[in-house]
């Protein structure tokens, strides 16, 4: 056992056991470094990363190769999801040096954690114009120990260049009609009209724009985003990216139909489209919709929860194929001949339901489910038994690896889909359980000084701080929590996570945020991106929670900085829509007001006020806050002085200052959120 023995990190304890002597990044390894002028060889990977476990199985497994890393560098390996400021300093070094990047990413240091040599994968022979690992090290070894100077003084030039490289330079006000315009017609340029989605292959599920779309759509009328948005969700909802049994969403498609997925399933991905499938239900009433975003929510509860209450991070790609081969896809695919070991005579209805043919739409003659047939008439209960007999007799399968970490951001993403989907659909079950998850959030992350740790597991706080998306991403579940449950703690908790973002991510100056603290570690440089990834950024999800929180309480610094924080996006949203989605949506908001509900009522039990709420809740005004409680309450500050209607539960609806008569009636009430 190396070093990694003692981490949390399920990522770093699966090379506990390498014959590397391996280190957690810390000052110790760096101190190593320098005490022995070794050089640092920095690994970073995730732990559903199929091709980390290649490189491991090649590499770092292998005896030779460990002896001569033992001997030559100082190795510490990092989980890029406990510490993506490593990661995003050290990938901005491997794009602007390679012009791509991707994991593993293997980055050679000095001492001083300068870069100066960077790649991805590296096989164990030469391939494919790749050089070998091993060749790699005793290149880097060779020019260590025989051009010290010329290596020192590329490592320096490299951080100078990075240090260098422009902060993101903002507008000094939030976009306005004209860039949301602008923003909608670069999405049509870049939208794939015959297979749905955004760009070519690999093709990625674009959650954030689809949430943009949908908003625009809500306040504008615009049939073109919506019909993008609706579109887009069918094909990947019928597509092998989705998991035709068991409910949630592959990474993406490695492929432009949706049809071959990277199969490791992402905690990230499958909230923010449990969410994006609710509100395309709640804008067009579609039962596909309602499907899609019921079995995610499904999945993440019985998948995903762990025994603590809160959401492992991921579920690998690979799991054994029955024969002690770890396979990618293995758990999922499927032959003719499978199908007719478990459903006997209904074997060919499945495979012409699901498009399981004896070429087979993966590797060695197997498929991957999909829904196919847009036309035809199938027997609905003939197919959820058919279903029913696959799922059960998968479960059977040996099961893919999970990342039992919790991590605070992608917790936050899940706890609001959980309390809004559940809300939506009348399921209690689903609001428990984003409560549980946003306990062990307040109970577990969040420290008396109301500053967030990064991760935990089992119960036990991870050693490192929580970055911007923390912040943005756990106040913006605590907000949709509150709304949901008209449980004002929420609201408080939020607040007291949004007045870290001014304090310790904002730059005074400007406006502009750090995706690390001030106080933080410090780095070779201050990671700071505010275009979405496979997540909202840091930053616009800060921003969204800021929006959220000031028309909840009227503070006006929390709208001041929500609207400064904004203006990156009037610079890029024109520019790189598909890559600022989120602000886009958060910048929808903003021009809708976002609209302030204030429903009141004798009680959570009382029909007429679950009515108003629930009506409140499926109003899909962009950005809109929900504030439920008794008349004239102390819960919301949106409460204080909202009273009955003769004697009757009441909503008012405000935007900008000025509020609308309160109604009485839900239908009323639907129109003026309409």
């Known amino acids: 056992m190396n070093r990694l023995a003692h981490e949390t990190s399920p990522y770093l304890l699966q090379h506990a056991d390498n014959p590397v002597d391996w280190w957690p990044w810390s000052a110790e390894a760096f101190a190593e470094a320098r005490r022995t002028n070794r050089p640092v060889l920095l690994s970073v990977g995730y732990s ?26 100082v190795s510490v390996k ?27 990413m293997t980055v050679f240091l000095t001492p001083d954690a300068e870069p100066f040599y960077f790649g991805t994968y590296y096989p164990p022979a030469p391939r494919h114009g790749m050089p070998s690992f091993r060749q790699v090290l005793e290149g880097v070894q060779q020019a260590w120990t025989t051009r010290h100077d010329e290596v020192s003084e590329v490592a320096g030039k490299i951080v100078r260049d990075l240090a260098q490289r422009e902060i993101v330079r903002q507008a000094a006000e939030a976009p306005g009609e004209q860039e949301l315009a602008q ?64 409910g949630g969403f592959a990474r993406y498609s490695v492929d432009r139909d ?48 762990t025994a603590e209450g809160g959401f492992a991070s991921a579920l690998d790609a690979d799991s ?44 060695h003659g197997q498929s991957v489910l999909q829904l196919p047939q847009t036309e035809g008439v199938f027997d609905a209960k003939k197919i959820a038994s058919v279903r029913r007999r696959l799922f059960d007799a998968r479960a059977r399968r040996p099961a893919p690896g999970r990342d039992d970490k919790i991590v605070a951001a992608w917790n936050g993403l899940a706890v609001a889909a959980l309390a ?63 709304s949901v449950t008209g449980e004002g703690v929420w609201l408080d908790f939020a607040g007291l996570l949004l007045d870290q973002v001014p304090a310790r991510f904002t730059d005074p100056e400007t406006g502009a945020l750090f995706d690390t603290a001030s106080d933080a570690e410090r780095l070779i440089r201050r990671p700071q991106d505010p275009t979405d990834n496979a997540a909202p950024s840091g930053w616009t999800a800060a921003a969204g929670a800021l929006l959220g929180y000031a028309a909840h309480t009227g503070s006006e610094a929390h709208r001041v900085a929500a609207e400064r924080a904004l203006g990156v996006v009037k610079t890029l949203g024109p520019r790189v829509p598909r890559f600022i989605g989120w602000g886009l949506a958060v910048a929808e908001a903003l021009l809708d007001g976002p609209r302030e509900v204030a429903v009141v009522g004798p009680g959570p039990d009382d029909e007429r006020t679950a009515a108003l709420h629930r009506t409140a809740l499926l109003g899909a005004a962009p950005g809109a806050v929900v504030a ?47």
């Not at 199929?50 to 001997?71: G, I, P, R």
């Not at 070519?200 to 943009?212: C, N, T, W, Y």
């Not at 499945?350 to 590797?363: D, H, I, N």
């Open 48 to 73: 559903s990363c199929h091709w980390c476990h290649v490189m491991a199985h090649e590499s770092f497994e292998d005896q030779a190769t460990a002896d001569y890393l033992n001997k030559h560098f």
């Open 258 to 305: 949706w049809i071959v997925p990277h199969f490791e399933k992402m905690l990230y991905d499958n909230a923010l489209l449990c969410r994006v499938y609710a509100h395309l239900w709640r804008a067009t009433g579609s039962d596909l919709a309602r499907r899609v975003a019921l079995e995610t929510a499904d999945f993440l509860v019985r998948e995903l929860r």
């Open 628 to 674: 439920c409680g008794a008349p004239d309450g102390d819960e919301f500050p949106l409460l204080a002085g909202r009273t009955l209607v003769d004697g009757a539960p009441a909503a008012y609806v405000c935007r900008g200052f000025v509020c609308d008569l309160p109604v009485t009636d839900p239908e009323a009430l639907r129109a003026r959120l309409a």
């Open 78 to 104: 990092v989980d890029r999801e406990e510490r993506p400021d490593v990661d995003a300093v050290y990938m901005e070094a491997v794009q602007a040096a390679t012009g791509h990047g991707g994991w593993p």
């Open 420 to 482: 809004e989907t559940g809300a939506y659909f009348g399921r209690p079950d689903l609001v428990e359980a984003a409560l549980g998850a946003a306990d062990l959030l307040v109970r577990v992350h969040l420290d008396e000084h109301a500053r967030l740790a990064r991760t935990s597991k089992d119960g036990r706080v991870g050693p490192n701080a929580g970055v911007l998306e923390d912040y943005g991403d756990v106040a913006e579940g605590f907000l949709a929590l509150a």
């Open 183 to 246: 923003a909608l017609l670069g999405l049509t340029r870049e939208y794939d009209p015959q297979r749905g989605g955004f760009g070519g292959a690999p093709k990625f599920p674009a959650s954030m724009v689809l949430e943009f779309l949908l908003r625009h759509h809500a306040r504008t009328g615009a049939e073109g985003a919506l019909q993008m948005a609706v579109d887009t969700c069918e094909r990947m909802a019928r597509g092998g990216i989705y998991d035709q049994l068991g």
């Open 320 to 363: 054994d194929d029955g024969t002690g081969r770890h396979v990618e896809g293995a758990y999922y695919v499927w032959t003719p001949a499978q199908l007719r070991d478990v459903l006997g005579d209904d074997a060919e209805l499945a495979a012409r339901y699901f498009g399981v043919t004896e070429e087979g739409t993966f590797e």
